[in-house]
């Protein structure tokens, strides 16, 4: 039997310790006050406990590895199905333009709090990413592009997780304060909070009209995550034949798969081939069990030493980048 063989169980064996993991984040998300948080900040919690208690599983380095980069990009393709471009070209041209800005907004004032309070500077523009675009899925998408740390990825994550449950929440508590209609309030939402999840936790309690609102003020950024990512790539060849460096950027292939994804679920799957619903929430549920589960891999390689040193920092930042967000787009509805 060759040594390939001999390693499939324990290959195996990884990718299902990570689903594992992934199950336990989605039972403690049931909890009564761990529900806002979620199953994807609940499953890297418990990742990272596990690797400080018990350390990193070696044994089962090649299924977590599998997890965490292959079923990570698998997870993005599939991802495409959540954005209906069809619907931003319709009704979503005019928010846009204010995704755009609220895009450049979030990490350029990222970007300068963090050179002047000298936090990690690919922490700070993972957490820039994720705040201006769409959470744990554009971090997923822009990490492999600028070759960051598995740490570094999910500590962005964890956080970018934690800092949209405490923000959509807050949201629904000054809610009734604000001078906003319905469809105002969805907009503002839309624009603003970290993730889906969290636009639709602060969005429902407004009604039908706000939460559809809020959803397609936020599907438009997810929809500027492809040429955002794009501009990237071009960004950084452009700097590395400045500094005459030969470090190749890898060309990001799963985006291509997000980019069809998309389409097939725009322009295919429910006008020419429709597709029963509960199939369609399946494929969604698929998803993100599959992102949080290459998220745990991720969660396995934190180091709670360095946390302290190189996420503090990072984390008030995105604080502040956050709740300047938040009034900014405030005044561009």
């Known amino acids: 039997m060759t040594n390939n063989a001999k390693s499939f169980p324990y290959w195996l064996a990884g990718i299902a310790f990570t689903f594992f993991i992934a199950l336990l984040g989605y039972l403690l998300a049931l909890v009564p006050g761990f529900q806002p948080v979620g199953q994807l900040a609940c499953a890297i919690v418990i990742a990272v406990l596990y690797r400080q208690l018990f350390g990193y599983p070696e044994i089962l380095r090649a299924g977590i590895t599998f997890s965490t980069k292959k079923l990570l990009r698998f997870a993005i393709i599939l991802y495409g199905l959540k954005l209906n471009i069809n619907t931003i070209f319709q009704d979503g041209i005019g928010l846009l333009f204010r995704d755009a800005i609220v895009i450049v907004f979030a990490i350029g004032l990222m970007m300068l709090l963090a050179k002047a309070w ?75 909070l970290h993730e889906l999840a969290h636009v639709a936790i602060a969005a429902e309690p407004a009604g039908e009209e706000a939460l559809a609102m809020a959803l ?23 700097k590395r034949s400045e500094e005459q460096t030969q470090e190749k950027i890898e060309f990001p292939w799963f985006l291509l798969g997000f980019i069809l994804m998309s389409m097939l679920g725009s322009y295919v799957l429910g006008s020419i081939f429709p597709l029963p619903v509960k199939l369609l929430e399946g494929v969604s549920t698929a998803t993100t ?28 930042t995105i604080g502040i980048t956050s709740i300047c967000l938040s009034i900014f787009a405030y005044f561009i509805i």
Do not use: H
């Open 289 to 316: 069990w599959i992102l949080t589960a290459a998220m745990v891999g991720l969660g396995l390689n934190v180091s709670l030493r360095d946390l302290r040193t190189k996420a503090l920092k990072p984390f008030i």
């Open 118 to 192: 000298k936090a990690d500077q690919n922490i700070s523009f993972l957490l820039g990413v994720g705040t201006g675009i769409c959470g744990a899925a554009a971090i997923a998408a822009v990490a492999p592009i600028i070759k960051t740390k598995d740490e570094d990825t999910a500590i962005s994550v964890g956080i970018i997780a934690l800092m949209g449950t405490i923000f959509a929440i807050g949201y629904t508590l000054i809610k009734p304060l604000l001078p906003f209609t319905a469809i105002d309030y969805g907009i503002w939402s839309g624009i603003s």
């Open 216 to 238: 397609l003020a936020k599907l438009g950024r997810v929809f500027l995550l492809v040429p955002f990512c794009f501009l990237l790539i071009y960004f950084l060849k452009f």
